[in-house]
């Protein structure tokens, strides 16, 4: 059995049927490390299931210095979904930060779906959900954890991170520097 499917199924209650719909309109794509698939400035068209891989969504500051709003891996919905909904361009960046497979999905067919289908509606409102709640719980452990706790939810998470991405853009994800991390990595051992 596809294993996209079961964790579809598993997760937002998919059936078959609406999986099929969702093949129709999807394609599997593989990407190596360093490909952004939606920029900032430019209006995106697609969103994305990270099947493997590590990808993550950054924007810059007025100096210039890229923040790591997010770290995805699998199994993440990946897109712009702000500027999506909005038909407008990206504030943000996603970029691989590994090789990665994903599933590209058109918005717009997947709009015209969620309009005729109830399964396809029922389950793009899942996905906002899990999206938003996702969020939030990002947003709570900004407010509520320091630094070391933030670093150890994130191995918790993804497993290995510091052996597949570099230490700096762990470190901004954390919001901290690479010195601050690398101090709390030496703290841990």
């Known amino acids: 059995m596809n294993p996209n499917f079961i964790f579809l199924k598993s997760h937002f ?3 078959e049927e609406t999986f099929l ?8 794509i593989s990407l190596k490390a ?7 400035g430019e209006m995106p068209s697609k969103v994305y299931l990270l099947t493997k891989g590590i990808m993550r969504v950054y924007f810059n500051s007025e100096s210039g210095k890229e923040h790591n709003k997010n770290i995805f891996y699998p199994i993440s919905f990946v897109g712009s979904l702000t500027a999506l909904i909005n038909k407008a361009p990206s504030e943000l960046t996603y970029e691989t930060l590994t090789e990665c497979n994903v599933i590209e999905m058109d918005f717009a067919e997947l709009m015209h779906l969620r309009e005729t289908n ?6 793009y409102n899942s996905i906002l959900e ?8 990002r947003q709570l452990e900004f407010l509520s954890l320091d630094a070391t706790q933030r670093y150890l939810n994130l191995r918790k998470r993804i497993p290995k991170i510091d052996d597949l991405i570099p230490q700096y853009q ?3 994800y954390l919001n901290i520097t690479p010195v601050q991390l690398s101090r709390i990595r030496k703290n841990l051992r």
């Open 13 to 15: 209650n998919v059936t």
């Open 21 to 28: 719909l969702f093949q129709k309109i999807s394609k599997p």
């Open 34 to 40: 360093h490909v952004a698939i939606a920029k900032e």
């Open 118 to 123: 109830l399964n396809v509606s029922n389950f």
């Open 130 to 137: 899990f999206v938003f709640a996702s969020y939030e719980k």
């Open 170 to 172: 762990i470190a901004s």
